[in-house]
């Protein structure tokens, strides 16, 4: 559907081209229409690096977005969408200053450098034992073709997270299906009344789950991140029990979602690009190029395509009326390939130079923070698959993705070794 006022260019983030390539949908936008009407999104689409890096920074785009999208929800959904509203509410990525200063300051006396690096041997571990499953399976079934997300990129953050938290390895399941259901409503960008349902039914169930790991958790003295938080406080102040809830619930989610995409978007990028998979293959010591190649996979095709903010007061930006109310997409995924920031930015280079001032993990007061344990473990999960199977490629050609505008991940990425 072309937008009424960008005659000259069109994009629908929801047609099958733009979904298996979004660059190259986005590319006309960034050119020639920087801050776009989308009418299939009823939002502003904001496409150039130096642009979203001002957008993150700016105090006139709040990223509350939660509470104005259940307000404008019909009556009987804003009653079914209450418990997750309550919840996302807490969450310091949807929350402004000054409430987000103060989640996010306690927050990070919890996540430390220090808690992070720590993991290190755990996170050797399980990539070794997942990998070690794998072969047993290949062994059992004589193939050696399987499913690199569903045996390997969607279990390994789960259970690193949960061994951070403290969590019973036999309850990942359970929150990883939780944690599915929320992401149907946090991630999509179609009105879906039965998902919004499963989601906010999640949450409750989750909560519960929650409130009792964490009572139990207060007595048993164990040295991980959920300590940390139970202990989290200043001068002042300390995390309520319901933002206690929110933290754990949103570590294990989005550490999970986006790491998963990292190392099937990063194993993807390095396979269809032989020369720069048998650079990294014959220097897999050098950890300085495997961590500069981990910031090129984010930045070349990372598993984050946006983030949403909403204008707080009227204002032109690109000669483009800003309504108070206004939606903006922020596409990093466009400012991570805008030649303006980065010289050939179609080109997967794991040298390249300016590789980690990629937009992967936001930007700005919002940065991720569990940005620090994704890298981590990619840079510890990319030696050990090509030390395992130096031959690894695709099995298939042209893989489903999800429909997201939020995110960037297949569906299934079938491999053979």
């Known amino acids: 559907m072309p937008d009424a006022d960008s005659p000259a260019v069109t994009f629908d983030p929801l047609s099958a081209e733009a979904i298996r390539d979004p660059y190259t949908a986005l590319a006309p936008l960034q050119a020639e229409a920087p801050v776009y009407r989308s009418d299939v999104l009823g939002a502003w689409v904001v496409t150039r690096y130096d642009d979203i890096r001002a957008a993150f920074r700016d105090p006139r785009l709040s990223s509350d977005r939660i509470r104005p999208f259940i307000a404008r929800a019909p009556a009987p959904m804003q009653d079914m969408l209450k418990p997750l509203g309550d919840h996302l509410?807490?969450?310091?990525?949807?929350?402004?200053?000054?409430?987000?200063?103060?989640?996010?300051?306690?927050?990070?006396?919890?996540?430390?450098?220090?808690?992070?690096?720590?993991?290190?041997?755990?996170?050797?571990?399980?990539?070794?034992?997942?990998?070690?499953?794998?072969?047993?399976?290949?062994?059992r079934s004589g193939s050696r073709e399987f499913d690199l997300?569903?045996?390997?990129?969607?279990?390994?953050?789960?259970?690193?997270?949960?061994?951070?938290?403290?969590?019973?390895?036999?309850?990942?399941?359970?929150?990883?299906?939780?944690?599915?259901?929320?992401?149907?409503?946090?991630?999509?960008?179609?009105?879906?009344?039965?998902?919004?349902?499963?989601?906010?039914?999640?949450?409750?169930?989750?909560?519960?789950?929650?409130?009792?790991?964490?009572?139990?958790?207060?007595?048993?003295?164990?040295?991980?991140?959920?300590?940390g938080l139970l202990d989290a406080r200043d001068e002042r102040d300390r995390l309520t029990t319901d933002e206690l809830v929110a933290c754990c619930v949103l570590l294990l989610f989005a550490g999970h979602e986006t790491t998963t995409q990292l190392l099937a978007n990063g194993m993807r990028a390095l396979i269809e690009n032989p020369a720069q998979m048998a650079d990294l293959r014959a220097n897999l010591d050098d950890l300085g190029?495997?961590?500069?190649?981990?910031?090129?996979?984010?930045?070349?095709?990372?598993?984050?395509?946006?983030?949403?903010?909403?204008?707080?007061?009227?204002?032109?930006?690109?000669?483009?009326?800003?309504?108070?109310?206004?939606?903006?997409?922020?596409?990093?995924?466009?400012?991570?390939?805008?030649?303006?920031?980065?010289?050939?930015?179609?080109?997967?280079?794991?040298?390249?130079?300016?590789a980690k001032k990629n937009f992967a993990f936001g930007y700005g007061i919002h940065f991720c923070l569990g940005a620090p344990l994704a890298r981590l473990e990619a840079e510890i999960a990319f030696p050990l698959l090509l030390r395992r199977w130096p031959g690894l490629a695709l099995a298939e050609d042209d893989p489903p993705w999800s429909d997201s505008i939020l995110t960037r991940g297949m569906l299934h990425m079938r491999v053979q070794v």
């Open 89 to 139: 509410n807490l969450w310091a990525v949807f929350t402004d200053p000054p409430d987000h200063t103060r989640l996010r300051g306690l927050m990070n006396r919890a996540f430390t450098t220090r808690a992070v690096e720590a993991l290190r041997p755990e996170i050797a571990r399980i990539v070794n034992r997942l990998l070690d499953d794998i072969d047993a399976q290949i062994e």
């Open 149 to 227: 997300i569903h045996e390997f990129a969607y279990p390994l953050p789960a259970l690193v997270i949960a061994h951070m938290l403290g969590v019973p390895e036999q309850d990942v399941d359970k929150l990883k299906r939780w944690s599915d259901l929320l992401a149907k409503f946090v991630l999509t960008s179609r009105s879906d009344p039965q998902k919004y349902r499963m989601a906010s039914d999640g949450i409750v169930e989750m909560e519960a789950w929650f409130r009792r790991f964490l009572e139990e958790h207060r007595a048993s003295g164990a040295d991980d991140v959920t300590t």
């Open 289 to 354: 190029l495997v961590r500069n190649a981990v910031e090129e996979m984010l930045r070349f095709d990372g598993p984050s395509l946006s983030m949403v903010r909403v204008a707080t007061e009227d204002f032109d930006w690109h000669g483009r009326h800003i309504a108070r109310g206004d939606r903006l997409f922020l596409m990093m995924c466009a400012g991570n390939r805008d030649p303006r920031a980065f010289p050939e930015p179609h080109r997967f280079d794991i040298r390249r130079d300016e």
